[in-house]
């Protein structure tokens, strides 16, 4: 297999901070060599979780020591749990403890529980340190390695403390996929058809022939697709760094997977692909009934998520105590980061391939909607 190069091409002044994601086979036998012309001194920090530093820890320690790069493992427990606060700080204290200077270079090896937790830590310790995301889950590879949004989660919503930082380089090894959960690449594949759902109709069709193969874990594939969604996450960003207009619409279906999130108490009884696959098909049947989406383009959103075994409705959600009635969930959504001036921002979709954003969501009509949908 080929390594595909692609590129963040930010806009003057920041070109400085320019960057390349590389997406192939292997690439993390190749690491240490792609890491060193960015060091300033042959030595870095990993930061990873149990199960990345189980299965693939060894082969990344191999490959920075071919490079005589000098390494520390910061090994995180795995799940959503981990982008909180306390683990924040104490991965800020374990950085300093180890001597790590502004000019040093972060690893965040793992999904997007690690790129995110320890790109804020990088954002944050000597006011910014260069880091290097190394993604081992599909959902990482896809989108949330490449853009340089971090964060941690707060108890009044998601991802409510974070920064913007970008990354120096991404590496996707499309091999380090073999070893993922079935549910986890379930997850990941939401965020692809998310790309397909808000701009690329094309795409919608060739994942609607593949998805067989793509969930039976299709290295050329998945790294097909790797490359498509990073090719659009990348010229957004370059044009919305800081999402103030276009990159809006990469938060499809997140609005109300995010409040659902929430209820779940952002614990691994539902995961954030999980989440946006159930917002996506809210956001399009929302879009119908306002009379903007056709209805066909919706079911044909949900049959292709539902055929992989995605969530698509109140109905697949795990059974909870806690409170989803649609007071909570709009209540949840107005935390949303798309608010402003009082108005939530909602991304709404004319059709396959056609989101758009709604400046001003009337949440009376979400609420009566969300009741409708079958919210209890
Ligand atoms: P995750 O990081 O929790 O990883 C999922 C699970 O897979 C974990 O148990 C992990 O240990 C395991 N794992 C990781 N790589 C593996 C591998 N190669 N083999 C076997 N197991 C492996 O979850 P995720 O789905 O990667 O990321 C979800 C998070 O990403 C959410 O917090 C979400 O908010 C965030 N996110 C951020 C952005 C962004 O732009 N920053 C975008 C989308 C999502
Ligand atoms: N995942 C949404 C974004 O990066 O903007």
Known sequence: ????????????????????????????????????????????????????????????????????????????????????????????????ALGVERTDVIVAFG??????????????????????????????????????????????????????????????????????????????????VKYAALGDAGFFDWLDERAGKLMSGDRQMLARAVEICVAAKAAIVARDETEKSERRLLNLGHTFGHALEAVY??????????????????????SVRRGLAPEPDAASLKAHLASVGLPTSFGDLPPTNADRSPERLVALMRQDKKMAGGKLALVLAAGIGKAFVEPDADLDDVRAFLAQAGAP
């Open 1 to 96: 297999m080929t390594d595909v190069s692609l590129r963040v091409d930010l806009p003057a002044p920041t070109t400085d901070r320019s960057y390349e994601i590389v997406v192939g086979a292997g690439l993390i036998g190749r690491a240490g060599e792609l890491i060193r012309p960015l060091q300033a001194r042959p030595f870095l920090v990993v930061v990873t979780d149990e199960n990345v530093a189980r299965l693939h820890g060894d082969s990344l320690g191999r490959a920075l020591a071919r490079a005589d790069i000098r390494y520390e493992f910061i090994v995180l427990p795995p799940g959503e749990a981990t982008k909180s606060a306390a683990s924040l700080t104490g991965l800020m204290s374990r950085m300093l």
């Open 111 to 192: 999904g997007g529980v690690i790129g995110d937790v320890a790109g804020l830590a990088a954002a944050l310790v000597r006011r910014g340190c260069r880091f290097v995301q190394i993604p081992t889950t599909l959902l990482a590879q896809v989108d949330s390695s490449v853009g340089g949004k971090t964060a941690i989660n707060a108890p009044e919503g998601k991802n409510l403390i974070g920064a913007f930082h970008q990354p120096s380089l991404v590496i996707a090894d499309v091999e380090a996929l073999a070893t993922l959960p079935r549910r986890e690449l379930l997850a990941g594949y939401a965020e692809v």
């Open 265 to 286: 108490g952002f614990s691994d009884a539902l995961l954030h692909g999980e989440a946006v696959a159930v917002g996506m098909a809210l956001a399009f049947d929302y």
